[in-house]
């Protein structure tokens, strides 16, 4: 499978390669085939038990659904923070664009308490949303402030190269033709940007499907509520049921696998659309 | 003339002026209350009871402990990553051979797993029922609620940092360079040191900055695989948490503070690492490769 076709003049092929591939295995493809293979110590009906109670659905459900909905909202506010970071002065704007990768920086740990401490009913915001009747922490909501949170550098980090790119040239044709700013903005510069917004949108869906420390503490973690996929996987662990452990990490497995393969394709499509390489 | 001003200097891209407003002001407030206001809340509430109070929070042993802990990770998780990508940014960059797509594919896999499973991975092979379970266990050797779990979940969640940030570059940059040195009868060793290195060293730092941020502050696959060990098996993270699940909370935020700090300190290298890669691939012989 790996056959180098010597046409490179340097060496270490050999090595390196060899090297790659054993360093792989050892610490990511035979561990993870652990999964697989504890998973096939259940036969498929308790599997499909295991995977399908109540309980387990819910987790699904808002894991999934709190996931498209912060990548949503981020996909929203992340295209409007690039088009400003690229396109308009303002005072502080060096700070903003390096303070956008704080959610990669900061320890997911640190993000948790900080985020409850903001949300409770003492918090900075908490306190300003409690007489109006809205609670945050401790519920589902708490969940969608996280996601967002950890999910609006995905987007921003790959639409604001791509606007950098585009030839103003571009739209002052569209302009010249008489476009409206509007008119050249969805019909010029957005099909240009979509490929980018679409793989923004899914590194955020995909990160915050599986995202675990920043938001177990404003979650409140009640079961069928605010009870996240990630976290009914170490309840089963701490009570040494590894099989449905298992079960549940290997559903979410499949469709992470499926998820990195939509965005190595949207990637693809996008570098054919700019003429850029892989990021 | 930078972007910015040829952007807003032309009538047709620009916007409106009470549309620009409109803009900043959404954009700037959504930054402000989803990214900045977290980050303030953590030092206000560490400093909430004084500074005395935060230097005794931080300098509790069970804190020390974690330090170490989480230091030891680091040191032994960056170095064996950072070799990693650059054996694999060499095989892949220099070299045509097939199913490299699937290779950078499988690089990048443990980023989109979940950290817990990436902790549950460790347990299924290490724990006590686990497939090599009973054997470390007769060796009387603890793998999983010991260090060398915590340490393999770190290597685990930090493993493509290097490699991604390496491959594209190299790939950028081509091979021209190198195959000039090995005419110029360079042997690999040599052409690694002085053509490739000095051209990759700004990517190559970019990559551990992120690396080694990811491996200190990492939470969820290292709590499944720790066991909570307090002095034994914490690092920082699992500290602040402990001491938060303890309602001990202005010292939660204290130690929460020191990773914020490293946050920050993270933000400003790596802002400067990119200034520097953005002069460097702006110099003339790169841009042909990138073209």
């Not at chain 1, 050249?184 to 510069?189: L, N, Q």
């Not at chain 2, 060990?229 to 993270?237: A, E, K, L, S, V």
Request: hydrophobic residues 55%.
């Amino acid at each position: 499978m790996f056959t180098n076709n010597k046409n490179s003049i340097f060496p270490g092929f050999g090595l390196s390669l060899g090297y790659t591939l054993v360093y792989l295995s050892i610490i990511v493809l035979v561990p993870l085939s652990a999964v697989v293979l504890k998973t096939t110590s259940l036969s498929l009906p308790s599997f499909i038990a295991a995977v399908t109670t109540p309980r387990v659905l819910a987790s699904f459900q808002l894991s999934f659904g709190m996931a498209l909905l912060a990548g949503l909202i981020n996909l929203f506010f992340g295209l409007l923070l690039a088009w400003a970071l690229v396109r308009y002065t303002f005072f502080g704007k060096n700070v903003v664009d390096a303070l956008i990768d704080l959610p990669f920086a900061l320890p997911t740990a640190v993000t948790g308490i900080a985020l409850a401490a903001l949300y409770s009913k003492n918090g900075w915001i908490g306190k300003q949303l409690e007489p109006l009747g809205i609670n945050i922490a401790f519920t589902p909501w708490g969940i969608l402030v996280a996601l967002i949170f950890i999910g609006l550098p995905f987007v921003v980090r790959t639409v604001q190269p791509i606007l950098e790119e585009i030839e103003l040239e571009l739209e002052e044709a569209a302009a010249s033709l008489g476009a409206s700013r509007w008119q050249s903005f969805t019909k010029v510069v957005l099909p240009i940007l979509l490929p980018a917004l679409l793989t923004g949108f899914a590194l955020a869906f995909a990160r915050a499907v599986g995202e675990y420390g920043s938001v177990i503490f404003i979650a409140g973690n009640i079961p069928m509520v605010s009870e996240i996929t990630p976290l009914i996987i170490i309840t089963k662990l701490e009570q040494y049921d590894y099989a449905g452990a298992t079960a549940i990490a290997l559903v979410m497995l499949i469709i992470s696998l499926l998820l990195l393969l939509a965005i190595n394709g949207l990637q693809a499509w996008s570098a054919k659309q700019t003429g850029r390489t892989r990021q | 003339m930078s972007l910015t001003t040829r952007f807003e200097r032309s009538a047709a891209t620009s916007e409106p002026v009470l549309i620009k407003a409109l803009i900043l002001c959404l954009s700037l407030s959504f930054f402000g209350v989803f990214l900045l206001l977290p980050l303030l809340s953590v030092f206000t509430e560490a400093l909430h009871k004084g500074v005395i109070y935060y230097f005794r929070a931080i300098t509790e042993p069970d804190t020390w402990s974690a330090m170490q802990l989480t230091l030891l990770a680091a040191a032994i998780a960056v170095p064996l990553n950072l070799i990693f990508g650059v054996a694999a940014s060499w095989a892949i960059t220099k070299f045509d051979f097939v199913g490299k797509h699937l290779l950078i594919t499988l690089i990048d896999l443990p980023f989109s797993v979940s950290p817990v499973i990436a902790g549950l991975i460790f347990v299924l092979v290490f724990g006590a029922q686990g497939w090599f379970g009973s054997w470390f266990l007769d060796n009387d050797l603890k793998i999983i609620f010991a260090v060398p779990g915590i340490v393999l979940a770190t290597i685990f969640v930090t493993f493509p940092f290097v490699a991604r940030e390496l491959i594209p570059l190299m790939e950028a940059q081509g091979r021209e360079e190198e195959e000039a040195a090995a005419v110029l009868g360079a042997n690999g060793w040599q052409t690694f040191w002085y053509v490739t290195l000095p051209n990759i060293k700004w990517g190559l730092l970019y990559g551990v900055i992120l690396c080694n941020a990811r491996a200190m502050g990492e939470f969820g696959a290292v709590s499944v695989v720790s066991g909570h060990i307090r002095g034994y098996t914490n690092t920082i993270p699992l500290q602040v948490e402990i001491l938060y699940n303890e309602y001990n909370y202005v010292a939660a935020f204290a130690v929460a503070s020191l990773l914020a700090l490293l946050a920050l300190i993270t933000l400003i290298a790596k802002s400067y690492v990119e200034w520097r890669l953005k002069k460097e691939t702006n110099a003339p012989s790169v841009i042909e490769g990138v073209v």
